[in-house]
């Protein structure tokens, strides 16, 4: 009796074929599309700018789980009051901090297919479809990169890929040079002495990485940059003569194609050449720049990138998908053998004899969003020719803004000829005699961020080059328009000037960065 209750219940819980199921899964998608749409509605600045300890202040004494529930309406309708109309508002002009995109709409709709079907990557008999689609999709990634026999799988970004990157290159090296197996024994006797190559502007993951990987941070070696932030191979040769007459094992080379502060592309080609010259492996990190091999005028700039054995692409940057969406690619699929173990329950062995694909075996996840799909239905939306205009309107946007920044006398451009989306400048104030130029000028630039952010006026990130504070402007967003970015350089501006009149007071305004009205003074 009680469980016919529970099972008829569940009909309101469940998305299935009864009339019930489907009118509450119809009221609970409308009632989630209001709350979003009201929430874009009045988008006027890209935060609301509340304060950490206010904001913190309504998340207290909130009731997680009741003894009895509410009903849905009720309970999305206060998950946008109190969530929704805090986030940042990644769609807006003025947020252009991070590698962090507005999402297309086509990939919006897929993840409602997704998440409604819920499919599992993991096995064959929980994504039949899913799993030929995801394989589908990593072929043509592969033809894009021009890796002709290679392979891939979907991750949750550039972290993991890059990790598997290390991984198979960990393995495979300790394999062909030890004759040693590291699944199975763990790291050889000599690891210690396993090194990676890197510049210096490499993402911190190539660190995490080697961490996770125990060989420890002391197996990154930082090899120095050039003027235009790209691996210096004069230093990269110096390294490796080094590490051969000191008896060290350099096993793999990291490129990035698209650092995240100056979005430099290494010479992928010449890495390519010393890769194979001291055949060791060359991982491409391509999370942020991969996607220029969508672009009909800036793919040229991946030539060299099929020389890799191993490349990690992003798609929740310049591919504008929700996040999470990555995948990590190989040019030889027998590569993915060094990770290979085997799940009797979830794969037998039978399936492979009949040609049944395995995705696990390729993964470092079990369960596994079907992220191929919003890729799938964003490309075939758009199309390539409007991924390749959205991505060159982008460049072009970063370009002259930095052309902006560099004819301004207040401000300075860091990069005045960005390789990619992203700008990184200063705000310069005027000499004064009592305080130190450099110490003054990183406090303005710090201030001009947390003023912007804490006003929700916009949001830019802040990074160090050389020792100096600089601000940041990532131009992801293809609606970004150039008096957009001017709007937000004149904030830039105000605030700065006004910083500057207030001189080491400013200082206190930050400490209490609880409380608002402080800014709103400068402001
Ligand atoms: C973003 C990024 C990463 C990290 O990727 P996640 O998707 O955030 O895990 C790694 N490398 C580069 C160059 C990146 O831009």
């Known amino acids: 009796m009680i469980q016919t209750k529970l099972t008829a219940e569940s009909d309101a819980w469940f998305l299935n074929d009864s009339p019930v199921s489907q009118h509450s899964y119809r009221r609970a998608m409308q009632t989630a599309l209001e709350v979003i749409q009201a929430q874009f509605a009045n988008l006027d600045k890209p935060y609301s700018g509340v304060p950490v300890n206010r ?22 309708r206060h998950a946008g009051d109190l969530v929704l109309r805090h986030s940042v508002a990644v769609h807006h002009p003025a947020c252009a901090a991070h590698l962090h ?13 997704i998440s409604a079907m819920n499919q599992s990557m993991d096995s064959w008999d929980q994504s039949p479809a899913a799993t030929l689609l995801e394989e589908t999709v990593i072929r043509w990634l592969c033809r894009l990169f021009h890796f002709g ?70 197996a990154v070696v930082p090899v120095k940059t050039d003027g235009d932030y790209t ?46 010259q001291e055949g060791i492996w060359l991982h491409v990190d391509a999370a942020y720049g991969g996607a220029l091999a969508m672009s009909q ?56 004899d009949l040609g049944i694909p395995n995705l696990v075996a390729k993964s470092i996840q079990t369960t596994r969003r079907f992220d191929a799909l919003k890729l799938f239905i964003s490309l075939r939306t758009l199309g390539k020719v409007h991924f390749s205009r959205m991505i060159d309107h982008t460049l072009e946007i970063a370009r002259e803004t930095a052309g902006m920044i560099d004819s301004d006398e207040k401000l300075e ?13 200063r705000y310069i104030p005027d000499r004064t005699p009592d305080e130190d130029r450099l110490t ?39 609606r970004t328009s150039l008096s957009d970015v001017h709007r937000i350089l004149d904030e830039i501006k105000q605030i700065g000037a006004q910083l500057e009149t207030q001189r080491g007071e400013c200082e206190s305004h930050v400490k209490h960065a609880g409380s608002t009205s402080h800014y709103a003074k400068l402001l």
């Not at 199975?184 to 660190?207: D, W, Y």
């Not at 451009?413 to 400048?425: D, R, W, Y």
């Not at 710090?446 to 940041?472: D, H, N």
């Open 440 to 478: 003054r000028q990183n406090r303005i630039n710090r201030e001009i961020r947390q003023i912007m952010l804490s006003s929700g006026q916009a949001v830019i990130a802040q990074t160090k080059v050389e020792g100096a504070v600089c601000l940041k402007l990532t131009l992801l967003n293809p």
């Open 413 to 425: 451009s860091i990069n005045p000829t960005p390789s990619l989306n992203a700008v990184v400048f």
């Open 231 to 276: 691996i210096d191979l004069r230093d990269l040769d110096r390294q490796l003569r080094h590490m051969r007459s000191t008896g060290l094992h350099p096993f793999a080379i990291v490129a990035t194609a698209g650092t995240t502060d100056f979005g430099s592309i290494d010479p992928l080609s010449e890495l390519g050449d010393r890769a194979r």
């Open 297 to 352: 005028n800036h793919s040229h700039r991946l030539d060299g990138i099929e020389t890799a054995d191993s490349i990690t692409v992003d798609f929740h940057k310049l591919f504008y998908q929700p996040i999470s969406c990555g995948a990590f690619l190989v040019r030889d699929s027998s590569s993915f053998d060094r990770i290979k173990l085997h799940a009797d329950y979830l794969n037998p062995e039978e399936d492979e």
């Open 101 to 113: 995109c507005p999402p297309l709409t086509p990939s919006l709709a897929a993840e409602a297919m």
């Open 149 to 218: 026999e290679g392979d891939g799988v979907f991750t949750s970004g550039g972290t993991q890929s890059n990790f598997m990157g290390l991984l198979l290159a960990r393995n495979h090296y300790a394999h062909t040079r030890f004759g040693w197996n590291v699944q199975k024994e763990g790291l050889p006797p000599n690891g210690n002495q396993m090194r990676i190559l890197c510049s210096e502007a490499a993402h911190f993951t190539v660190e995490q990485s080697a961490a996770l990987l125990g060989l420890g941070k002391q």
């Open 55 to 76: 904001l913190a202040s309504l998340f207290r004494g909130i009731e997680i789980c009741p003894e009895e529930g509410s009903d849905l309406e009720t309970v999305l």
